[in-house]
């Protein structure tokens, strides 16, 4: 009896030390609350704008010179939103996309004006552009989704 309990609670802490390993966490990763669809920021971003939020999506780009951001999918096919971390404080791997990532950080709009082409000699036509990102100070994988 005392070795079926001693043998039941190795499975038991084995099996949860594996399961804690495959957790991958970046910065401060992610603290408890809910989180908050992409799709819900991108629907009305001044109401996010400079808050914290918490999003989960599915990695589908990185930063292929130091790892210093990820294009997060949103819930809503074609949307996506960029999640950058401080340069060399946090880096990414390039394996981490297709891996769902849990994100915090601050959401910011940054919209940047640029000066095009002219549509006539002499006039010059201005743009502004809209990016929407979260400054992240953490996150976190499960590289085999067993949260």
């Known amino acids: 009896m005392r070795r079926t309990m001693t043998v039941t609670l190795l499975i038991v802490l084995l099996v949860a030390g594996i399961a804690e390993a495959k957790v991958k966490k970046y910065g401060k990763g992610v603290s408890k609350g809910e989180y908050t669809k992409i799709s819900t920021i991108l629907a009305d971003p001044e109401a996010y704008n400079g808050k914290v939020v918490r999003v989960e999506g599915t990695a589908v780009g990185v930063c292929a010179h130091r790892g210093c951001w990820l294009t997060l999918a949103s819930d809503v096919e074609g949307q996506t939103i960029r999640f950058k971390v401080e340069d060399g404080v946090i880096i990414f791997p390039k394996e981490i996309v297709g891996e769902t990532v849990k994100g915090e950080g601050v959401f910011t709009i940054n919209k ?36």
């Open 112 to 147: 940047v004006e640029t000066i095009c082409d002219a549509t006539k000699p002499g006039e010059a036509e201005e743009k502004c552009e809209t990016f929407y990102q979260i400054s992240g100070t953490g996150a976190k994988v499960n590289w085999d989704e067993i949260w």
